[in-house]
Every structure is written in C-alpha cells, then in structure tokens.
C-alpha cells in the first residue's frame, strides 16, 4: 500500500473556556458521559474543478484543483476535517516532485490543492475521495509549445424553469476572463469562473413559456471579452427551458438516465435529468408502460430536485419483491407521489454482469505505443488493469462505463500485426471482462529513392534511402544475384537512411569477352577471343528494420562499376 501525503489546510484555533467546580469536603464519582445517538450514513457529493484545462508538461505551470464534498441529503458541507484522498494518473500533487496520491481534510465544504504537470503526455484523471463520494475531473498534459485550446462540452443540469435564477455549470476548457455567457441571446449572470467550468445563473426565457411546453436554446460562451484574443464558442440546443406542468401540478419528464448501465447486484449510482420532479418521489426499475401495471423493484432515491433525481439502482434479486430480470433492458417509472403524476421511460436501464466490455475505439494502432484507447463497457470500478492481447496498458481514467488507456511499445521479430482481445479487471474483486480485438500494427518499410545511383566497386560512395518507417537503427544492404552485400549505416530517421556503399569482389562483377584490340566479342566467335573484362553491375538496394524484422526492397536502383575495365588476356 502506498504512502499517502498528507495535505493539511490552516484552521482558525478556537478557544474555549469552562469552569471545572469542585469540593474536598463532598468527593463525588465522575458522571458518565451522556449517550450521543449516531446519525445515519448519507451519501456524499464530491465534486473537483480545476482552475485550467490543460497544461503545458515539463513545464513550472499548475492547476489549482478544488474539492467540494457536500450531503446529499440536504446539501450542507460535510463535517470540518472530513479526511479524503486525491489521485492522479499523471503529474503530481502538492509540489512538482510531489506524489501521485495525498490525502486531506475538508474545510468548510472544500479542500485545495495544486497539480503540476511533469513530462508524460497524456490526459492526468484526477480522482477525489470523501468517505463514500467520489468525484473527477480531467486536465489535459499537453505537449510543450502547443496552445490550451477553448471548447465547451456540456452544460449541468441542462434543464431549468422559463423563469430562470437558477444555477447551472457550463464544462470545456481554455476559459479566460473577462467572460459573457448567453442563453439564446440574453446575458447570464457568472458567479464563478475557471479554466474548465463556469458558473451561472440562467436568466429569464424571452417571451415565457406556455405550460407543458419546452424549448432548446443556444448557449454561447465568450473568452477575452473585448479584449485581445476573443473568442465565443456555442453549444447548439445546449440547454432546455421547460415549464413542466399547468395549473400547479408538475408533470414528470425525463430527458436522460446517466449511466444507462449496471451490475446485477444493483447499487449503481444514476442520474436521471430532466422536469417537473417533486419530492417525494417513487422510482422503479422493471416492465410495463404505466403506474398501475409496472412491475418492478423500487430504487433507493438519494436526492431531487425538480430537474435531476439521483438513485441507486435496484439489485435483480431482492426477496419479497418483483425484481428486474438479470441481463436485461428494463424501463424506469419516476412517479411524483403527492400528485400521483408519473412517467415511464422505455428500455432506459441495461442489467448485465458486472463488469463488460461493449466496444473498443481504436481498435488498432502502431507496435510503438502511445495510442489514446477508449473502452466501453459497465461495471468498470477503479483500481483497473487492462490488458490488449496480454499486454498491460497504463491506465489513465476509470469511470463505471468507461477505461481510457495508454497503449504501451511492445517487442516485434516477425513482422507480423499482433491481434489480441481487450481485457479489463477490477483489481479489488478480481472480477473480469474480455471484449474486442485490439490489433497493435507493425510499420513496414518503404522505399521512395536512392540516390546517387552508381558509384565504384570499391565502395564507399555516400548513398541516401529516402522512404518511411524506417526504424532507429537500420539495416542496408545492396543485393547482386541473390548474394547481399551490408553497406556500413551512418544515420538514419525515419525518413531517410545515409549509408556507404560496400566493396565488391570481382566475382560477382559482370563480364564479356574481348579481343587483342579490346573490343567486344559476339558469342561464339572464330577464332577464339583473346581475353575478357568487367563490366558494370546493377543492385537491388534493401532495407530490415532488426527491430521487427521488416524488409522493403527497391530493385535495380544502384550500379557498381568495375575498378579495372581493361580486356584482360587468359
């Protein structure tokens, strides 16, 4: 087990003071301290934003990463030095020679701390942890030189009254102030602003809407407001002004269910987003189309609110219940019980085994690493191992439904592409899952030119191969009737090769006969020739990567000329 660092936070040191009475006179026994009841267990809502989206590596840049860890039961922060931990796949916390895993407390609701960079490229999944919350957030390592780059992805919750005044995080990155925001034209209040998230309230929809109704609008977000390097970026349709009923009773709708699978076991955490919730709430996972016939198993409800209700999934074997069949799609009823309005979403929920893996994006890339591997799946619970054909992978984020990897070099002697299937397993539970083929490609060789295209038998002319991948080192040699001849490297790229040409024996030299004035003899002359000499010979040129063993070869490009073309007698 891993060491952790402790992050601590200055706290104000209050002091109290009491007065402890006694007497000589009438000793008396100490009273037992009163019994203090436990509160139950509430869920915990852990949220991380960073001050940047991305930064630079190897470079003294740093995001300021804040961990806010509130109820989920009334949304009050949790108590003072609530203890928890932070890991990151890359870079370090604290300090740029700090850790990639350190434990702190909470503070009013939130704990700070720094993360720096380090030299790996790649996306550092940063993981916070407070009792059983957890909570995300990505920074991007990018290479050096390279700009942050200004995006927006989602908009939470993207649902809210035409009325407005309600608060709402607008995600991406690359965020710099001065900022203004937009629904559908009408400015938003921001209360908070970092490189990666935005903080508004949403303003008033232009004109009201009827109820019942709903209505998309574009968000816009603007960086650098008129300032040098101003920028706007849009989410089209970013977000749904919705008035979920008349006459003052809320109709239920569900515009989403995050994330739309689980184990068998139930106890996955889901998001369901959308209109009109009203606690108390009734949710059910199972069959049918309406109240009065669904039938099913009623999930755990942890918080509402009138656009999103978080629950935990129901688990497919419960006794004394109508459980959701095993492996199975299953409907969601979410039913406002004051009002006895509901709504059924079909086939919103997939049950299946723990842990699966659905697909795999890439499903290929070079023998060399380095390719960024998404897989998709259920039942993915961090700490993972992944593995492509046997191979482990550097893992950089885990989320229930997704595993993003780092596929690593491997050794190559065949020249042949290496399929494997992916494989992901809890490290805790040991449990597993194989899903597709993951094919790690080996580059082959090839030869554009060589020039100069001739030089003498005694070698060493300077001869360029320009082509691509081409290994680091390379091997060259010139081929005369089957025979190869090495030709001494001395540089190469990827691209191109530089190499000295080697020295050829006579024997391998092409010749003709002559005559006592040395000139050519047709075949079979009368009477017999006089002697015979050297005449050029041509090449193949071929390279082999020793890495992988691959060959690429260009026929007939180089020419060797004889040292002594004289007519030489018997």
């Known amino acids: ?8 936070f200055p706290l104000l040191a209050l002091g109290l003071a009491f007065t402890l009475g006694c007497s000589a006179d009438s000793p008396s026994s100490p009273t037992a301290p009163p019994s203090v009841p ?34 989920a039961d009334n949304g009050a922060p949790v108590a003072n030095l609530t203890p928890g931990t932070l890991t990151t796949t890359l870079g370090s916390l604290g300090s740029a020679t700090g850790p990639q895993e350190i434990a702190f407390e909470i503070v009013n609701g939130q704990a700070t701390v720094v993360l720096f960079p380090g030299t790996a490229i790649g996306s550092a999944s940063v993981r916070a942890a407070v009792s059983t919350g957890v909570g995300f ?44 925001v937009t629904f559908d034209g009408v400015t938003a209040v921001v209360l908070s602003a970092s490189g990666t998230q935005i903080r508004v309230t949403t303003p008033p929809l232009l004109g009201g809407l009827p109820p019942g109704e709903t209505r998309a609008v574009n968000v816009a977000v603007t960086i650098n407001l008129n300032e040098e390097g101003q920028l706007t970026d849009t989410l089209a349709s970013g977000f749904v002004y919705t ?24 106890g996955t955490q889901v998001i369901i987003n959308g209109d009109g919730f009203e606690a108390p709430v ?9 109240d009065a016939t669904f039938n099913g198993a009623e999930a755990q409800v ?44 079909p086939s919103a929920f997939r049950y299946g085994s723990t842990v699966r893996i659905t697909a795999i994006s890439p499903g290929e890339g070079p023998a060399t690493g380095g390719t960024i591997v998404t897989i998709f799946g259920q039942g993915f619970d961090e700490p993972v191992a992944v593995s492509l054909g046997g191979v482990g992978q550097q893992v950089l984020s885990v989320s229930g439904s997704e595993v993003v990897a780092r596929t690593v070099p491997i050794a190559v002697t065949n020249c042949a592409d290496v399929p494997g299937a992916a494989r992901v397993v809890n490290i ?42 081409f290994g680091v080192p390379m091997i060259v040699d010139f081929v005369v009737g089957g025979t190869a001849f090495a030709g001494n490297v001395q540089s190469s790229t990827g691209s191109s090769i530089t190499v000295r040409s080697p020295s050829l024996p006579n024997s391998v030299m092409e ?31 071929r390279v082999t990567d020793p890495a992988t063993g691959c060959t690429a070869t260009l026929n007939g490009v180089f020419t060797f000329n004889p040292t002594d073309s004289s007519c030489r007698g018997d």
């Open 1 to 8: 087990m891993r060491a952790l660092t402790r992050f601590r």
């Open 38 to 71: 436990v509160p139950p267990s509430v869920g915990i809502n852990v949220t991380v934003t960073s001050s940047t989206s991305s930064l630079e590596a190897g470079s003294t840049e740093f995001a300021t990463l804040i961990i806010r860890a509130l109820r």
């Open 137 to 180: 957030a990505t920074v991007a390592i990018r290479e050096p030189g390279v700009p942050d780059t200004f995006f927006l992805s989602s908009i939470s919750p993207n649902t809210g009254s035409p009325q407005g005044g309600e608060t709402v995080t607008i995600n991406g990155g690359g965020f710099s102030d001065p900022i203004r």
């Open 243 to 266: 008035n979920g009923g008349g006459g003052g009773t809320l109709q239920p709708t569900v515009f989403s269910v995050t994330p739309a699978s689980g184990p068998n076991e139930g």
């Open 282 to 290: 009734q949710v059910k996972f199972g069959t049918g189309t309406n």
């Open 302 to 345: 942890v918080s509402v609110t009138r656009t999103r209700i978080i629950v935990l999934s129901p688990t497919t074997s419960c006794p004394g219940c109508a459980p959701p069949t095993p492996n199975q799609l299953v409907n969601i009823l979410v039913k406002n019980q004051n009002s006895s309005r509901f709504t059924v979403v």
């Open 428 to 469: 805790e539970t040991g449990e597993s899952a194989d899903g597709p083929t993951f094919t790690y490609r080996i580059p082959r060789p090839s030869i554009f030119a060589v020039s100069p295209f001739s030089g003498p038998q005694a070698g060493n002319t300077v001869v360029t191969v320009t082509g691509s991948s």
């Open 511 to 541: 010749t003709e006969t002559c005559d006592e004035n040395g000139n050519p003899v047709p075949p079979d002359p009368t009477p017999d020739p006089d002697g015979e000499r050297y005449l050029p010979v041509t090449a193949n040129v």
